[in-house]
């Protein structure tokens, strides 16, 4: 069965650090997204992208994010300058088409923790 | 606002069903589901249902949503030891299709 894959699954890094989480969606889904998961808190939307651009960010995602889809197989997040409060596990998804309105399921990976020291 | 409730925590016992309970507030939401997190690993969907819906079954897994009360519940049939995991309710919209809002998720621990 296809899966959404991420890498690394942990990454350590210190403060102030630039950090690049890797993604591979399925590969026929459009529509791309990251979560974010602080330890004993809810899972949040930080973004989705279709066509290779934003379609919706959360208040969380603000200039110190930035995703790309750099060819046709990755899709990334990169979080400049970290901060501690950045340590969570990131979540990358991905479906055929949207939640809301085509119930098109988010097939979940397996998660990047990022640990900022 | 959007808001997803769960309790944090249920204890059952191996063969008893599992009954997992969920509160939204926001009635707009087109799509309820179910993810399942077992631990060190990603969000795996278990089930979803429309919100015109009042159950779904699947196997082992009932979901019945009573939409007047904003109540969303997952029932897990003859529990086993394998189904130890945090249960995350969340629910999708149609003018917001892309993000899925997720409660904080209920850790079910099997007794045996």
């Known amino acids: 069965e296809p899966e959404v894959t991420q890498t690394p699954s942990h990454q350590v890094t210190q403060m102030g650090q630039e950090v690049i989480l890797r993604c591979v969606p399925i590969s026929n889904h459009l529509y791309f997204y990251w979560y974010r998961q602080i330890l004993g808190q809810k899972v949040e939307f930080l973004v989705s992208f279709y066509n290779n651009e934003i379609s919706e960010k959360s208040e969380i995602f603000d200039d110190q994010f930035s995703v790309e889809r750099p060819d046709g197989s990755n899709f990334t997040l990169k979080i400049r300058s970290t901060k501690l409060e950045d340590s969570a596990m990131y979540f990358c998804a991905s479906s055929e088409g949207l939640a809301g309105s085509a119930g098109d399921t988010q097939y979940f990976g397996p998660g990047t923790r990022l640990t900022v020291l | 606002g959007e808001d997803v409730e769960q309790s944090l925590f249920l204890s059952v016992r191996e063969g008893d069903s599992s009954v997992i309970n969920c509160t939204y507030t926001?009635?707009?939401?087109?799509?309820l589901y179910w993810y399942k997190q077992e631990p060190g690993a990603g969000l795996q969907l278990l089930t979803y249902?429309?919100?015109?819906?009042d159950m779904k079954q699947d196997q082992r897994l009932t979901v019945l949503l009573n939409k007047k009360d904003k109540h969303l519940s997952l029932r897990i049939a003859d529990t086993q030891t394998g189904d130890s995991a945090i249960y995350f309710c969340?629910?999708?919209?149609?003018?917001?299709?892309?993000?899925?809002?997720f409660g904080k998720g209920t850790r079910l621990h099997i007794l045996p």
């Open positions: 926001d009635s707009s939401s087109t799509y």
């Open positions: 249902i429309f919100s015109n819906m």
């Open positions: 969340a629910e999708s919209f149609v003018n917001r299709d892309d993000k899925i809002i």
